[in-house]
């Protein structure tokens, strides 16, 4: 096992500085990417659920929004356990819009090679911003293209709403034709057996499981999954 002594890095937690580092286990690192059929269908309480599962490492590469209330934040006040370790945001955009507009209005323009994965031993679940097909600059580059530049599985989520069949249809057609690995399914609310069947079949993806409607969201409620999605 080929180790070595680390200075301090960007994206390394300041309590770990210096210490041993295996690069083979950086170079397999698991890279989990947390991405969903669109907006507000549960990517982050998803994130923080699969990293406390995981005890996994959490970043998320772009954040866009309330920068003292960030998805990363959020996550954090959420997870139980001490092993998971949660990197900082490359991109920390002020409005809570598409990447590519919050970008714009901050003077910035998002560059997927400023993009680089932090440095990790430990399985790391990246959380995406808004579906596959946002846009985060006016160069033609989308969620989907970091994905696929981090050479990242991706866990889809879905959620039922009318039109949910086609975005999560679409979706899956869309990392397919990329070639990017999938995990699996995550579906995200009361079950709807229907939607579910056509869904599985057509795609062939694995459902790797359900989060439940919760009244509240907490540490608990966070903590009740963990057995459940474990074995991911």
Same mark, same amino acid.
């Given at each position: 096992?080929?180790?070595?002594?680390?200075? /301090?890095?960007?994206?390394?937690?300041?309590?770990?500085?210096?210490? &041993?580092? $295996?690069?083979?286990?950086?170079?397999?690192?698991?890279?989990?990417?947390? &991405?969903?059929?669109?907006?507000? %269908?549960?990517?982050? %309480?998803?994130?923080?659920?699969? &990293?406390?599962?995981?005890?996994? $490492?959490?970043?998320?590469?772009?954040?866009?929004?309330?920068?003292? $209330?960030?998805?990363?934040?959020?996550?954090?006040?959420?997870?139980?356990? &001490?092993?998971?370790?949660?990197?900082?945001?490359?991109?920390?955009?002020?409005?809570?819009?598409?990447?590519?507009?919050?970008?714009?209005? $901050?003077?910035?323009?998002?560059?997927?090679?400023?993009?680089?994965?932090?440095? /990790?031993?430990?399985?790391?679940?990246?959380?995406?911003?808004?579906?596959?097909? %946002?846009?985060? !600059?006016?160069?033609?580059?989308? %969620?989907?293209?970091?994905?696929?530049?981090?050479?990242?599985?991706?866990?889809?989520?879905?959620?039922?709403?009318?039109?949910?069949? !086609?975005?999560?249809?679409?979706?899956?057609?869309?990392?397919?034709?990329?070639?990017?690995?999938?995990?699996? #399914?995550?579906?995200?609310?009361?079950?709807?057996?229907?939607?579910?069947?056509?869904?599985?079949?057509?795609?062939?993806?694995?459902?790797?499981?359900?989060?439940?409607?919760?009244?509240?969201?907490?540490?608990?409620?966070?903590? /009740?999954?963990?057995?459940?999605?474990?074995? #991911?």
């Amino acid at each position: 096992m080929r180790q070595i002594k680390l200075p /301090s890095v960007p994206g390394w937690d300041r309590k770990t500085d210096a210490k &041993t580092f $295996d690069f083979e286990n950086y170079q397999g690192m698991r890279k989990l990417f947390i &991405t969903g059929i669109g907006t507000d %269908v549960g990517k982050t %309480v998803a994130a923080a659920i699969l &990293t406390e599962a995981l005890e996994a $490492d959490y970043w998320k590469p772009i954040q866009s929004g309330s920068i003292t $209330d960030s998805d990363k934040l959020t996550v954090q006040s959420l997870i139980s356990n &001490t092993k998971s370790v949660f990197h900082p945001e490359v991109y920390s955009l002020t409005q809570p819009l598409s990447p590519h507009a919050a970008a714009e209005i $901050d003077g910035v323009e998002i560059d997927l090679s400023k993009i680089i994965l932090p440095i /990790s031993n430990n399985i790391l679940i990246i959380e995406g911003a808004g579906g596959l097909m %946002v846009p985060l !600059n006016y160069k033609g580059d989308y %969620v989907i293209d970091l994905i696929k530049a981090l050479d990242a599985e991706a866990i889809l989520i879905s959620r039922h709403y009318l039109g949910s069949i !086609n975005h999560t249809l679409l979706s899956a057609e869309a990392l397919k034709n990329r070639g990017i690995a999938v995990a699996g #399914i995550l579906f995200n609310g009361a079950e709807n057996v229907a939607s579910e069947k056509v869904i599985l079949e057509t795609t062939g993806l694995k459902m790797l499981g359900r989060i439940d409607e919760e009244a509240t969201i907490n540490r608990d409620t966070i903590l /009740s999954y963990k057995t459940r999605f474990s074995g #991911i």
